[in-house]
């Protein structure tokens, strides 16, 4: 009589992989940690409006003001100067929104982590971000349009105001795509080195105090104020409500160069955001 061998035991099965996660959920969560983020930013309200007010004003003040009431400065550079003070407030808040928080959550309180074990993609935590920031520098942005009108003595009929609004929307998010490239790949013992060599400049070149047009007898600063997005966000406010004789970059020009820079910005933040958080 044979006897049979028993069967060799069989290899236990690997785990199974879990479910993917649903289009709508990751969309679902993605709204929820937005709402999240914007809650916090209505509990911290004040230091907000600080931030958002401080340093625009007292341009608005010193250089529309102040000036203008010394005779150092026309009545007409009040129109040329609100449009672009307005589009540094929306661009630099929408930055530094993004790119100090992301510095942060990667370094000191690992914020990130949590973020990251949320049910949604990795890209879409960046988004997040970019997102978030662009609608603080479209807070920041909107609030000084009638603080500036007040202070200067400006008026801009409704239709066009609603039309700055959506410029300075784009504006800001580009300053939030900016700000995680810069917040990704700066590292963070570098920080104060970064804002203190690329803040001024980008502040200074960005055509917020003048129109880009109007040097052509310094072509050299010229080509330097072509290299900041600011000056692209500070042409397209301006064309909409410029002074009549301000010559300024047409707006679709204005909207072509800025869908590339956020394009452009995004893709870098991202891919610095993905490396980032494999870390």
């Known amino acids: 009589m044979s006897v049979t061998a028993p069967a060799p035991p069989s290899a ?67 129109n040329v100067l609100l449009p672009g003070v307005i589009a540094l407030n929306a661009f630099l808040i929408g930055l530094e929104n993004t790119a100090l928080p992301m510095m942060m959550d990667f370094s000191f309180t690992r914020e990130i982590e949590d973020r990251l074990l949320a049910p949604m993609a990795t890209p879409l935590v960046a988004l997040e971000k970019i997102v978030f920031g662009g609608i603080r520098g479209l807070i920041a942005g909107v609030v000084l349009i009638p603080v500036g009108m007040l202070m200067l003595g400006v008026t801009w009929p409704w239709a066009v105001v609603l039309k700055v609004v959506g410029v300075l929307a784009i504006g800001a998010l580009v300053g939030a795509a900016v700000g995680l490239a810069f917040g990704t790949l700066v590292p963070t013992q570098h920080i104060q080195i970064m804002f203190t060599v690329v803040m001024t400049p980008i502040m200074f070149t960005g055509a917020t105090q003048f129109p880009l047009l109007g040097l052509d007898s310094l072509r050299w600063y010229q080509v330097i104020c072509s290299l900041n997005p600011l000056t692209y966000i500070s ?17 679709w020009l204005c909207m072509c160069v800025l869908t590339g820079v956020f394009v452009a910005f995004s893709a870098i933040g ?10």
């Open 12 to 78: 236990p099965s690997p785990p199974a992989a879990p479910p993917p996660v649903r289009a709508l959920d990751q969309l679902a969560t993605f709204r929820a940690v937005l709402s999240r983020d914007l809650f916090v930013t209505g509990r911290e309200l004040v230091g907000f409006l600080l931030q958002v007010f401080i340093q625009p004003l007292f341009m608005l003040l010193i250089f529309g003001k102040v000036l203008s009431d010394l005779g150092y400065a026309s009545d007409d550079f009040s």
């Open 235 to 251: 042409e397209a406010t301006r064309s909409l409500v410029g002074p009549p004789g301000v010559e300024s970059l047409p707006l």
């Open 270 to 279: 991202m891919r610095g955001f993905m490396r980032r958080a494999m870390d």
